[in-house]
């Protein structure tokens, strides 16, 4: 897991950690040192932290004229035991909306396990995403995963499943992806 690193090709077009209005600026890594971790394995010190146990996340690309970002997640998450969603909607989407951004790509073929609550932040984020015409959206769910948020009804809140999936987004640039989520939403 550790040489799974986030999404670098976009950093001369987007790098969080200079984004003055982004919730990760001026973050630095120790390029030397592994110190987190998802289960008992090490991960790329360029996974951002925001809470949760064993989940982690990259802003890899946000638009403020547009109104989007797109974030890569590492790991398991777990509604269930450690309210991940909590985290990431108070700690991360909040303080990206308060910045205009109310349209979310996020990207999750490496998150490897997903243990499900409720549905009440999800409904909560994507009322207040839908206010400002915008929408969530989860590219590339594993199957085990996708069936997993469809037994809380994610699917009322959120974009996933087949229809989202398989997409090779790593060969487009951002504003192509965000085209391309743009058409089937």
Same mark, same amino acid.
């Given at each position: 897991?550790?040489?799974?690193?986030?999404?670098? &090709?976009?950093?001369?077009?987007?790098? +969080?950690?200079?984004?003055?209005?982004?919730?990760?600026?001026?973050?630095?890594?120790?390029?030397?040192?592994?110190?987190?971790?998802?289960?008992?394995?090490? %991960?790329?010190?360029?996974?951002?932290?925001?809470?949760?146990?064993?989940?982690?996340?990259?802003?890899?690309?946000?638009?403020?004229?547009?109104?989007? /970002?797109?974030?890569?997640?590492?790991?398991?998450?777990?509604?269930?035991?450690?309210?991940?969603?909590?985290?990431?909607?108070?700690?991360?989407?909040?303080?990206?909306?308060?910045?205009? %951004?109310?349209?979310? %790509?996020?990207?999750?073929?490496?998150?490897?396990?997903?243990? /499900? +609550?409720?549905? +009440?932040?999800?409904?909560?984020?994507?009322?207040?995403?839908?206010?400002?015409?915008?929408?969530?959206?989860?590219?590339?769910?594993?199957?085990?995963? +996708?069936?997993?948020?469809?037994?809380?009804?994610?699917?009322?809140?959120?974009?996933?499943?087949?229809?989202?999936?398989?997409?090779?987004?790593?060969?487009?640039?951002?504003? /192509?992806?965000?085209?391309?989520?743009?058409?089937? &939403?």
């Amino acid at each position: 897991m550790h040489d799974i690193e986030p999404f670098y &090709i976009w950093m001369d077009l987007y790098n +969080s950690t200079e984004d003055e209005r982004s919730p990760f600026f001026g973050q630095t890594y120790n390029e030397f040192e592994y110190e987190k971790k998802v289960y008992n394995y090490f %991960i790329h010190p360029h996974w951002d932290e925001f809470g949760a146990e064993n989940l982690f996340l990259k802003i890899i690309y946000s638009d403020y004229e547009e109104g989007f /970002a797109i974030i890569e997640f590492i790991g398991e998450w777990n509604d269930a035991l450690g309210n991940d969603i909590m985290f990431l909607k108070r700690d991360v989407i909040e303080k990206l909306m308060n910045q205009g %951004i109310f349209k979310f %790509i996020t990207l999750m073929e490496h998150v490897l396990n997903f243990h /499900a +609550s409720d549905d +009440s932040y999800y409904e909560e984020w994507n009322e207040e995403v839908a206010e400002e015409n915008g929408w969530i959206c989860f590219i590339n769910t594993l199957d085990h995963v +996708s069936d997993e948020m469809k037994t809380v009804g994610l699917q009322r809140h959120i974009h996933f499943g087949k229809k989202w999936n398989d997409l090779n987004w790593r060969k487009m640039n951002p504003n /192509a992806l965000y085209d391309w989520v743009l058409q089937r &939403i």
